[in-house]
């Protein structure tokens, strides 16, 4: 079984910095991808950032671009989300998801960590 952990979330202003952290169940080194993905209110959930587990394969959306970094840490099973530059629109719930490398879709997921961005 697969299991994500999501922490880090909080409240912060625009401006700030938060990161994120996605705490991964051992079994997903060298099989998954790990995406962040997110979800303001009243919106559907979008990609954010994803990476392999050996770190060459990174992808960002347009939106976060320049401003956030996603790393792993292989000996922790963790991957983190460096949010800096946070803008209001960057409030939502935040996600880590599991995709198998012979997939194209993300079939684990963690329960969310909150972002709020204040103005």
């Known amino acids: 079984q697969v299991q994500l952990g999501e922490s880090g979330g909080g409240l912060v202003q625009a401006g700030g910095s938060l990161r994120l952290s996605c705490a991964a169940s051992?079994?997903?080194?060298?099989?998954?991808?790990i995406g962040w993905f997110r979800q303001a209110p009243g919106q559907q959930r979008e990609f954010v950032a994803a990476i392999s587990w050996s770190n060459t394969n990174i992808n960002y959306a347009d939106s976060v671009k320049g401003r956030f970094t996603i790393s792993c840490d292989n000996a922790k099973n963790t991957v983190y989300l460096q949010m800096n530059s946070l803008e209001p629109v960057d409030t939502a719930v935040y996600y880590c998801a599991a995709r198998p490398l012979a997939s194209g879709r993300y079939a684990y997921w963690g329960r969310g960590t909150q972002v709020t961005v204040s103005s």
């Open positions: 051992e079994r997903t080194r060298n099989s998954y991808t």
